[in-house]
């Protein structure tokens, strides 16, 4: 025998793609052909049930691989499994450990034959057993013993790689779910943040069309929202486990817009190189949303009309026709009656776009919504950035009520993170919101001197302080770190009522 060779094919037969037993079962036929093996099989143990069971087996009718059981240390293949060490019977016959348990060895035959056993280990842990029946004349068992101790050896390396591939597919699926699961807990519709009523008219057009495959086009002022609503739509609809792709159209030069969107192919045009997937390619069978669909050019706007009428392009360069199984969002803050009525908006893909529009209101439009948003990037940011703040003063909660929000939201968002960034304490008060927002507050504008501003500050401080002891002057001075008397003092040269705390 070949030894070089036996292990050649029998690392060549692991290494090819297939199910792990049909390897087995080969690996078991290539031991036939090469040592004259007579019988075969690798058992396996259950780590619950503590008993082995012939996985593969070779010269074995299916009967006979079925009584193939044995208990941990039970005969000489449970004892090799127990022990982790090989053993070798030089005739059946004369040993009274071996059990015959499958009954596939006569009388007469187990005077000729030999019984080499040797475990399967991963880790130096015992998961199995390879074993061999041979004719014992003429034979170097010892020689026989370290090959198929190599080959149990292969075998065991071989089936640990497949259980790490196991498990990282495992960790992967599970990894992927979880994300999943937090995509769509993210942008479900109810945790996007709003109990104003036009904010609840927003919630009911998203329930309405987020499971069907209708054209949407997002409208409102830069940061109202709006690619968060397209994400809720993608992620409430029976599209959510396929690619939800986003474009910033007003971010891409308009020369490179169309090869964005469609894809080229190579040499297309000079640098193109070779053939490049657009846009619409990569979200094939799931959402894209294009943002800024206003700050298109003519042009581009009327391939993508065509996307929408017929669900098919083509690729820079390209001539064969690609189908678009896709769903379209849009989003603009741009005015596009007055774009089609100027001529610079396409009336045709205007009317394609518009066929369900979702309105999002500004900020000052839905002032009611304001504590619970600031509230949100409060806790948001704190968290991020670990911050002991807790909360807002009514004072600073007041000047957010105040301010017109050109900036909407995302302006919100900003200032609740730079608020959080340069308060130390557990309260954010007025003081720590940017000029332009405290410049709000009646009366500003012509108390600018440092003594209006300390005042300012120590009416909030004190109200603050009486706001969390409930009117409580002894707890609201300790909280201070001042005398009682002290601020007795400050509470009546404020003129504040005390009593407006004790049902706080």
């Known amino acids: 025998m070949d030894e070089l060779t036996l292990l050649y094919e029998i690392t060549d037969t692991l290494s090819t793609p297939g199910p792990l037993p049909r390897s087995l079962q080969r690996i078991l036929q290539i031991l036939a052909q090469r040592m004259g093996m007579r019988r075969g099989t690798i058992s396996i143990l259950n780590p619950e049930t503590l008993q082995l069971q012939i996985e593969v087996a070779h010269g074995l009718t299916a009967e006979a691989r079925k009584r193939g059981r044995y208990k941990l240390g039970e005969g000489i293949t449970g004892r090799v499994v127990e022990t982790g060490e090989p053993a070798v019977v030089p005739v059946v016959s004369q040993e009274p450990l071996f059990l015959n348990r499958t009954r596939s060895r006569g009388v007469r035959e187990k005077d000729e034959l030999s019984f080499l056993c040797v475990p399967v280990k991963i880790n130096h842990q015992t998961i199995g057993a390879l074993s061999v029946d041979r004719l014992h004349r003429d034979l170097d068992l010892d020689h026989d013993l370290r090959v198929l101790t190599i080959i149990a050896s292969i075998i065991a390396q071989t089936v640990n790689n497949l259980l790490l591939i196991d498990q990282e597919k495992e960790r992967l699926q599970n990894e992927n779910l979880k994300l999943k699961g937090q995509l769509q807990d993210r942008y479900r519709v109810g945790n996007i943040i709003g109990t104003s009523g036009r904010m609840r008219q927003v919630f009911e057009m998203i329930d309405r069309v987020a499971k069907s495959s209708a054209t949407i086009l997002i409208r409102g002022e830069s940061g109202t929202g709006k690619e968060l609503v397209a994400s809720a739509i993608h992620y409430n609809s029976q ?266």
């Open 239 to 504: 599209r959510a486990n396929k690619p939800f792709i986003k474009v910033n159209l007003a971010a891409l030069p308009e020369t490179l817009v169309e090869s964005e969107l469609f894809g080229y192919e190579r040499g297309a045009f000079t640098g193109a190189m070779q053939r490049k997937q657009g846009r619409f390619e990569l979200a094939q069978g799931g959402t894209i949303f294009l943002d800024e669909i206003g700050d298109l050019s003519p042009n581009v706007q009327l391939k993508l009309l065509r996307v929408i009428q017929e669900r098919e392009y083509t690729r820079l360069g390209g001539t064969s026709t690609l189908k678009a199984d896709i769903r379209l969002l849009a989003a603009t803050h741009r005015d596009l009656e007055q774009a089609v009525a100027s001529g610079a908006f396409r009336e045709d893909f205007y009317y394609r776009l518009n066929v369900f529009p979702i309105y999002l209101p500004p900020l000052r439009e839905r002032m009611a919504d304001i504590p619970l948003l600031a509230d949100y990037f409060l806790n948001k940011y704190a968290k991020e950035h670990q911050k002991p703040v807790k909360r807002l003063s009514a004072p600073a909660l007041d000047l957010l009520m105040q301010y017109p929000w050109p900036g909407n939201v995302r302006e919100l968002e900003n200032i609740i993170e730079r608020a959080v960034l340069v308060c130390d304490e557990d309260t954010i008060l007025s003081v720590h919101w940017p000029p332009t927002l405290q410049s709000q507050e009646p009366g500003s504008s012509t108390s600018t001197g440092l003594a209006s501003r300390v005042e300012k500050l120590e009416k909030e401080l004190i109200g603050e302080a009486l706001r969390q002891t409930r009117g409580n002057q002894s707890k609201a001075a300790h909280l201070l770190d001042t005398s009682l008397r002290i601020l007795g003092y400050k509470i009546k040269q404020y003129n504040i009522e005390t009593r407006s705390f004790r049902a706080a």
